[in-house]
């Protein structure tokens, strides 16, 4: 039996029918269009998928659609203010911090999550800040550097 | 990797979920965080026909201080129980173990009763509930019960929890005054403990030992307490040999698992490595 559920997903009031078994994952990609969030490994593991929910790092192959009724979800579509890239998305570009790019948007909403936590973090912070997602280039280096500069531009509030 | 279909509940309160538990005795799932449920569910190793999602449930998400206990709701997160201002002064162990759970986005999705109810030989917080002789507190149709963290875990994927049951609360005595570590082996990826090991000790002015148990996770089907290392030092000063030559017991009498990280001597090896690795940690603070 279809559920409805009742997301607001960067600031847009979606309200959409599903069967309770659709991942959010999918739910962002399929239902409400937004293909920026991508799917890796599906079973948890390589944080591609990662999105903010209220607030909350978390895989979004890890919830079901269900799971996010009544919550607000910021994805990589959602971090840019009209032509303004986000602090992270920059430094990312200035950094050359993706190779293939598959990564990117769960690699860049861990990043801002950890800014908003942590202004300035370690370079251990960072990387155990994203530990949960994998760069299958192995491009961490730049990825490192690019959160890096982007410390201390993340508005916290 | 599409789990198979289910129907869905999300119950408002804890009465309700039980009511709906007992209705569904057999088909059905509990839903917390899902950080585990999930992934079993989309490798069809898991196909409940009912899922009832207690995630919203807010009476069950408290971490508070009881006394000399601190009493924590089953559906407080990893990363609530990490991030403690009171279970860092009072329980540390408890922290330390958390903040080591998969990964953040894991850690904060990921709840403590969910993982503990799960049990899986290959967590980390069942070996720091061992540790610190912890209770939880199991909720039925026919009202609430205690169960000793040392009675809770059966075998793989198994706890001692009714199928009508719900784990509601974990219970810990603080332990002011300890000294504790948590230390484990890990794939990068999942973050598993390949072998996990908690510490948690007291030691007198001059380095005796005074009070110690250790509990390892990862080994074998349930964790356990490693008791004939706890009686090697309780009582003994601890040195470096001391030390070293209780850990050596650590696998006196286990037979560790087989999977395709280790092979049962090599996770032996690195249980006797980090029950020494462990409580060297925990002295030095």
Aim: proline share 4%.
């Amino acid at each position: 039996m279809k559920q409805t559920v009742r997301v607001t997903v960067n600031g847009r009031l979606y309200e959409e029918e599903v069967e309770p078994r659709q991942l959010l994952s999918y739910f962002l990609r399929e239902t409400i269009g937004l293909t920026g969030t991508h799917i890796g490994c599906i079973i948890g593991e390589c944080g591609a998928c990662t999105v903010q929910v209220n607030g909350t790092l978390v895989k979004s192959c890890l919830m079901f659609a269900v799971q996010a009724n009544g919550k607000e979800i910021t994805t990589i579509e959602g971090l840019a203010e009209g032509d303004a890239l986000h602090p992270v998305q920059e430094a990312f570009i200035n950094n050359y911090g993706f190779q293939c790019g598959y990564c990117t948007p769960g690699m860049i909403m861990a990043a801002d999550s950890l800014l908003k936590k942590n202004p300035n973090p370690s370079e251990e912070e960072i990387r155990e800040g994203l530990a949960g997602n994998l760069c299958m280039c192995t491009g961490y280096v730049q990825i490192v550097a690019a959160v890096k500069e982007a410390a201390g531009q993340v508005d916290n509030g | 990797m599409i789990p198979g279909a289910f129907d869905y509940h999300a119950p408002a309160s804890l009465e309700e979920a039980l009511s709906l538990l007992s209705a569904n005795v057999d088909d059905a799932k509990v839903l917390a965080g899902g950080q585990s449920l999930l992934p079993l569910m989309k490798l069809r190793l898991a196909k409940p026909e009912v899922i009832i999602d207690i995630g919203g449930l807010a009476e069950l998400n408290y971490i508070r201080e009881e006394g000399d206990h601190i009493a924590i709701g089953a559906l407080a997160t990893y990363t609530d129980v990490a991030e403690s201002d009171l279970i860092q002064n009072r329980c540390p162990l408890l922290a330390q173990t958390a903040v080591v759970v998969g990964d953040v986005q894991v850690r904060n999705r990921g709840t403590v009763g969910g993982g503990l109810a799960h049990a899986d030989p290959a967590e980390d917080l069942p070996a720091a509930i061992l540790a610190l002789d912890a209770e939880l507190k199991a909720a039925g149709p026919d009202g609430e019960r205690w169960i000793p963290a040392s009675e809770f875990f059966v075998t793989m994927l198994t706890t001692s929890l009714l199928p009508e049951e719900l784990l509601t609360e974990i219970r810990v005595p603080a332990r002011d005054g300890y000294k504790t570590s948590y230390q484990k082996v890990s794939r990068q990826a999942a973050g598993f403990a390949i072998v996990g090991v908690a510490a948690c000790l007291k030691e007198s002015a001059d380095g005796v030992c005074e009070d110690i148990s250790v509990a390892v996770t990862g080994m074998t089907d349930v964790a356990f307490r490693a008791e004939k290392v706890e009686a090697a030092l309780r009582g003994e000063k601890l040195d470096d040999s001391a030390i070293a030559s209780a850990a050596a017991l650590v696998t006196d009498g286990v037979d560790p698992i087989e999977d395709v990280n280790a092979t049962p001597a090599y996770r032996a090896h690195l249980a006797q490595v980090y029950v020494e690795r462990t409580i060297q940690a925990a002295r030095a603070g």
